[in-house]
């Protein structure tokens, strides 16, 4: 795994936490075998790490159980040393920041109020908003570049402005962990490189830890540190872009017959030929 004090352009003194499962077993009340099966998994600190694999393999499910959203069968999940399933809800909350694929969109809802939702465990119940709740909302939406948004409601903003709304909500929590599971699906390119290049620019500027889902693997290995690649729910490598994306992963893990150049290009390139059989 890359070391974060030696990464180009990193923060100086990273200021994220690090996220560590061991020896996981994952699934759901509807699941007779694990979902997920994960001797040690490993977001270092103050890095960007991006799951990556073919439908299916079961990255949502780990990610949620890194989150602390998704207790495993078996094994631990830990933040900095410190049990993520032992905390509450608010504790773990102000820890991590989870955006999941599934919530609901209030299109009526302005991205001010939003964003307002992500200090939930700052607040007791009917708690009004106070200064330090003020300040980190507008540095949530100074961050993800979004002030011309603020009062715009969700229902009038495109895919990829919604999206980055959603972050900001997350980033309002002012987590050391921030997670992501798959921010750029149903969005077209532009926004989906707007969006990568919003959660890397958090991370180089604020040193935040991110992880993330992602079904793109060349954009994962251009915007990640580390690449963690799934398949049938146990990780297949990890490390750096540069070691993980081979041609040998590709078919492996994704069934693809590819090629893969590197031309000083952040991230391996990487050209699909067709699937295999």
């Not at 990255?59 to 410190?82: R, Y």
């Not at 908003?129 to 011309?148: M, N, P």
């Amino acid at each position: 795994m890359s070391d974060a004090a030696t990464t180009n352009d990193r923060l100086e003194g990273a200021v994220g936490g690090e996220l560590v499962g061991d020896s996981l077993e994952i699934g759901y009340d509807s699941t007779d075998e694990p979902i997920v099966e994960c001797d040690h998994v490993v977001l270092p600190a103050g890095e960007v790490t991006a799951l990556v694999g073919p439908n299916g393999s079961g990255k949502s499910t780990l990610l949620k159980a890194l989150a602390g959203q998704l207790q495993p069968w078996a094994g631990a999940v830990t933040v900095d040393d410190t049990d993520v399933y032992a905390m509450d809800d608010k504790a773990r909350a102000r820890r991590i920041g989870l955006l999941s694929q599934e919530r609901e969109s209030p299109g009526s809802t302005t991205v001010e109020e939003l964003v307002t939702h992500g200090r939930y465990p700052y607040r007791g119940f009917l708690e009004p908003v106070d200064g330090d709740d003020v300040r980190a909302v507008d540095r949530a939406i100074e961050r993800t570049g979004i002030e011309e948004l603020r009062d715009r409601q969700l229902g009038e903003l495109s895919g990829g402005q919604s999206q980055l709304a959603w972050i900001a909500m997350v980033l309002a929590q002012d987590p050391d962990v921030l997670l992501l599971d798959e921010p750029t699906t149903f969005l077209d390119l532009r926004h989906r490189l707007q969006v990568l290049e919003t959660v890397q620019s958090l991370n180089r500027e604020n040193g935040m830890t991110v992880g993330l889902v992602l079904h793109d693997i060349a954009q994962a290995a251009r915007y990640a540190d580390n690449l963690v690649a799934i398949r049938d729910g146990s990780p297949y490598d990890w490390g750096p872009p540069t070691e993980v994306v081979t041609e040998d992963l590709l078919a492996d893990v994704f069934g693809v017959d590819a090629t893969v150049t590197s031309n000083g290009n952040p991230g391996p390139e990487v050209m699909p030929h067709g699937p295999l059989d």
